[in-house]
């Protein structure tokens, strides 16, 4: 059976009927259980739409911000280049018609494409990450992280380098996390030396800050205004999340908890990256190909993510850039069976099993105000603070995975040069 999940023509198939499947669930009111309901599909990608109209119309949000925001109706909070995007009244019917669908399919597809179904495991897994309500919040909204998601895969096959370096630059230009994707560089041609990267950044660098330069007062209130819109306690995917909860159980103060919270994150992963390195030893040496999809596509969605979960508040539509790492480890899994792929794997596992409670209580928690506070039943900060640990374990165990891996690569590129 498994022989015939993994064929191209099975893999096509299967991924036209998770869209059909996907497109019913979202245009359900039942999904309203699970994540926040928006008779209008699509929100998330309508709004920067709308901004690019605004901007076709001559008015200039860092000039007219009055008249823009009368226009756009909401905030801008994407980095200057974003308006580079083209835009006609014909683009608009594709962007508001066309694309969220083509994100959608393209992600499934890339999804299925990437993952080897060798046993239950990875296929029950594979279903989840896709019919997931972390999955339905984003495809409803079509939020820009979808088309990041979609472009990481597509620069990790692509050979057509200097369209990858392209969407690297606009991506980090608009939304500044993408600029992990840069990694790539170091993946993407086995045979490029150390020398041509170094030019590579040299040259990317020189470009970028001279973008900078010609537009620094934009990039300055676009750093000011990062956040947008920032998850609370619902929806949550963050490293701050355990402090926000320690804050609202206790009334400390929060700079200290979020210092307590990293210095015992930090700890824990050199405790768990001491262990990864005795179990492993030499043994993934003779398992791992440093420039393998599998490879390429775990470091680039590892760090993305590790990144996003520290340094952001994210909702957690955000955990799909999680499902990169997952064919490295199914595979490493399944020829090493040692510590931690199968813990890694098991957390996640239950991750997903447990996002159905916490988003059915994130949309049901039946919050009161007192003397305008809020106020969360006990069962709503145990539903979120389990959600919090299993969050701050599986990136505890990614983080050490992904710092090894990357070492070891560093190694094997040293010995390289040596050898040369």
Same mark, same amino acid.
């Given at each position: 059976?498994f022989?015939?999940?993994?064929?191209?023509?099975?893999?096509?198939?299967? !991924? *036209?009927?998770?869209?059909?499947?996907?497109?019913?669930?979202?245009?359900?009111?039942?999904?309203?259980?699970?994540?926040?309901?928006?008779?209008?599909?699509?929100?998330?990608?309508?709004?920067?739409?709308?901004?690019?109209?605004?901007?076709?119309? $001559?008015?200039n949000?860092?000039?007219?911000?009055?008249?823009?925001?009368?226009?756009?109706?909401?905030?801008?909070?994407? %980095?200057?280049?974003?308006?580079?995007?083209?835009?006609?009244?014909?683009?608009?019917?594709f962007?508001?018609?066309?694309?969220?669908?083509?994100?959608?399919?393209?992600?499934?597809?890339? @999804?299925?494409?990437?993952?080897?179904?060798? =046993?239950?495991? /990875? *296929?029950i897994?594979?279903?989840?990450?896709?019919? =997931?309500?972390?999955?339905? &919040?984003?495809? !409803? %909204?079509?939020?820009?992280?979808?088309?990041?998601?979609?472009?990481?895969v597509?620069?990790?096959?692509?050979?057509?380098?200097?369209?990858?370096?392209?969407?690297?630059?606009?991506?980090?230009?608009?939304?500044?996390?993408?600029?992990?994707?840069? &990694?790539?560089?170091?993946?993407?041609?086995?045979?490029? !030396?150390?020398?041509?990267?170094?030019?590579?950044?040299?040259?990317?660098?020189?470009?970028?800050?001279?973008?900078?330069?010609?537009?620094?007062?934009?990039?300055?209130?676009?750093?000011?205004?990062?956040? $947008?819109?920032?998850? %609370?306690?619902? #929806?949550l995917?963050?490293? =701050?999340?355990?402090?926000?909860?320690?804050?609202?159980?206790?009334?400390?103060n929060? @700079?200290?908890?979020?210092?307590?919270?990293?210095?015992?994150?930090?700890? &824990?992963i050199?405790?768990?990256?001491?262990?990864?390195?005795?179990?492993?030893?030499?043994?993934?040496?003779?398992?791992?190909?440093?420039?393998? &999809?599998?490879?390429?596509?775990?470091?680039?969605?590892?760090?993305?993510?590790?990144?996003?979960?520290?340094f952001?508040?994210n909702?957690?539509?955000?955990?799909?850039?999680?499902? $990169?790492?997952?064919?490295?480890?199914?595979?490493?899994?399944?020829?090493?069976?040692?510590?931690?792929?199968?813990?890694?794997?098991?957390?996640?596992?239950?991750?997903?099993?447990?996002?159905?409670?916490? !988003?059915?209580?994130?949309?049901?928690? $039946?919050?009161?105000?007192?003397?305008?506070?809020?106020?969360?039943?006990?069962?709503?900060?145990?539903?979120?603070?389990?959600?919090?640990?299993?969050?701050? /374990?599986?990136?505890?165990?990614?983080?050490?995975?992904?710092?090894?891996?990357?070492?070891?690569?560093?190694?094997?590129?040293?010995?390289?040069?040596? #050898?040369?």
């Amino acid at each position: 059976m498994f022989i015939i999940l993994n064929k191209n023509f099975t893999k096509i198939l299967i !991924s *036209l009927l998770f869209f059909l499947l996907i497109i019913f669930v979202i245009n359900n009111e039942y999904v309203s259980k699970f994540i926040w309901w928006f008779p209008e599909l699509f929100g998330d990608l309508k709004t920067p739409i709308k901004w690019l109209e605004c901007n076709n119309l $001559g008015l200039n949000f860092y000039e007219d911000r009055n008249s823009f925001m009368e226009c756009a109706k909401r905030e801008f909070n994407y %980095g200057k280049i974003f308006f580079e995007t083209p835009y006609s009244e014909r683009l608009n019917f594709f962007y508001i018609n066309v694309l969220p669908y083509l994100l959608i399919f393209l992600s499934i597809y890339l @999804i299925v494409t990437t993952f080897a179904i060798q =046993n239950y495991n /990875s *296929l029950i897994i594979l279903i989840l990450v896709i019919f =997931n309500p972390s999955s339905f &919040l984003l495809y !409803s %909204g079509a939020n820009i992280d979808l088309l990041i998601f979609v472009l990481l895969v597509f620069t990790v096959l692509n050979r057509f380098y200097i369209i990858n370096w392209a969407l690297y630059f606009f991506l980090t230009f608009t939304k500044i996390y993408p600029i992990i994707l840069f &990694l790539n560089i170091f993946f993407e041609n086995e045979n490029r !030396s150390i020398k041509k990267i170094f030019i590579i950044f040299i040259i990317i660098f020189i470009i970028s800050i001279s973008y900078l330069y010609f537009n620094y007062s934009e990039y300055i209130y676009f750093l000011k205004n990062l956040s $947008g819109a920032k998850a %609370g306690y619902h #929806y949550l995917f963050s490293l =701050n999340s355990s402090a926000k909860i320690l804050k609202y159980l206790f009334d400390l103060n929060y @700079i200290v908890l979020l210092l307590l919270t990293y210095l015992l994150f930090f700890y &824990l992963i050199t405790k768990a990256y001491k262990k990864i390195s005795l179990d492993l030893n030499k043994d993934i040496l003779h398992e791992i190909n440093f420039y393998s &999809l599998e490879f390429k596509l775990f470091i680039i969605s590892s760090y993305l993510s590790i990144i996003c979960f520290i340094f952001f508040s994210n909702f957690f539509h955000r955990e799909i850039f999680l499902i $990169g790492i997952l064919p490295l480890i199914f595979k490493l899994g399944i020829s090493l069976k040692k510590f931690p792929f199968q813990i890694i794997l098991n957390i996640y596992l239950a991750k997903l099993f447990y996002s159905y409670i916490y !988003s059915y209580f994130n949309v049901n928690d $039946g919050i009161q105000y007192i003397d305008g506070q809020r106020i969360f039943s006990n069962l709503f900060i145990l539903i979120i603070s389990l959600k919090s640990i299993i969050d701050y /374990s599986l990136m505890i165990m990614i983080t050490a995975l992904s710092l090894y891996l990357i070492n070891l690569f560093y190694k094997n590129l040293k010995n390289n040069l040596n #050898y040369k």
